[in-house]
């Protein structure tokens, strides 16, 4: 068994059975992603849309890529014909731009709101104002090759594991208040590799997983 094939299946021994497993690949190459599969895992996520859209066009095709990353409104066309989630959708405009991409292709694009939990200014994401305000809009419901099925959340980049639950809470609250005027939100997109096991205590039902399977990253 290989390395990646031994950490795939440790994490998936701790995550419940409910939990999706997203395995982030974000600068690793084609070989370690098919190690993956060969292992079974048929979920991948990637911050940058040409490099998934060129590893999209090269690997199996009942691969499902999710975009965890912030995705600029030109960019969306590239992902449009395959993308099978959106996790980081924070406007109207993008949501407007997905829906025209999706249309061309005939699709409708699932997407997930992202809500900005952590305290540092630098991440994206709504309030909960604002995310409130696209769900209700009357232009949300019309555009209807966009899926809205949840929401998504970063906490700080800290070891201070009390903060972080904090703010896990503060998204998985507002989730489960929303559930009832929103059945479709089925989706809490919450817990990486440092804070995973948090975020499933905190009712995460999908979990963001890339250094703990494939190692640590190299951006050279
Ligand atoms: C890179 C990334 C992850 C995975 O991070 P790890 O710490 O390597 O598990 C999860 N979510 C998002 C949005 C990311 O950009």
Same mark, same amino acid.
């Given at each position: 068994?290989?390395?990646?094939? @031994? ?6 021994? =701790?995550?419940? /059975? ?9 600068? /690793?190459?084609?070989?370690?992603? $098919?190690q ?5 895992? @048929? ?17 199996? %095709? ?6 965890i ?7 969306? /066309? ?11 959708v924070?406007?109207?405009?993008? $949501? @407007? ?8 292709h005939? @699709?409708?694009?699932? #997407? ?19 995310? $409130? ?7 949300? /419901?019309?555009? =209807? ?10 906490? =700080? ?7 972080? %639950? ?18 479709? $939100? ?15 205590? #905190?009712?995460? =039902? ?15």
């Amino acid at each position: 068994m290989n390395e990646i094939e @031994r950490n795939l299946n440790t994490i998936k021994a =701790t995550i419940p /059975k409910e939990v999706t497993l997203v395995a982030v690949s974000k600068t /690793k190459p084609i070989s370690d992603i $098919l190690q993956a599969y060969h292992a079974g895992q @048929r979920i991948f996520g990637e911050n940058k849309i040409q490099e998934m859209a060129e590893k999209w066009e090269n690997m199996p %095709k009942d691969i499902s890529w999710h975009m965890i990353g912030h995705v600029q409104t030109n960019k969306v /066309k590239y992902m449009a014909p395959f993308v099978d989630l959106i996790h980081a959708v924070d406007s109207v405009k993008l $949501l @407007r731009e997905i829906n025209k991409q999706a249309k061309k292709h005939n @699709r409708i694009i699932n #997407c997930l709101l992202q809500i900005k939990i952590a305290q540092e200014d630098s991440k994206y994401g709504l309030n909960k104002e604002d995310a $409130l305000a696209i769900l209700t809009a009357q232009e949300t /419901k019309e555009l =209807t090759n966009v899926h809205i099925q949840g929401l998504m959340g970063m906490a =700080t980049f800290t070891e201070n594991q009390e903060q972080i %639950k904090i703010e896990f809470s503060k998204v998985a609250t507002f989730f489960k208040e929303l559930q009832p005027e929103y059945p479709q $939100l089925k989706t809490l997109s919450i817990g990486m590799s440092g804070d995973y096991k948090l975020a499933i205590d #905190c009712d995460s =039902t999908m979990v963001r997983i890339g250094s703990s399977i494939f190692g640590a990253r190299n951006y050279n």
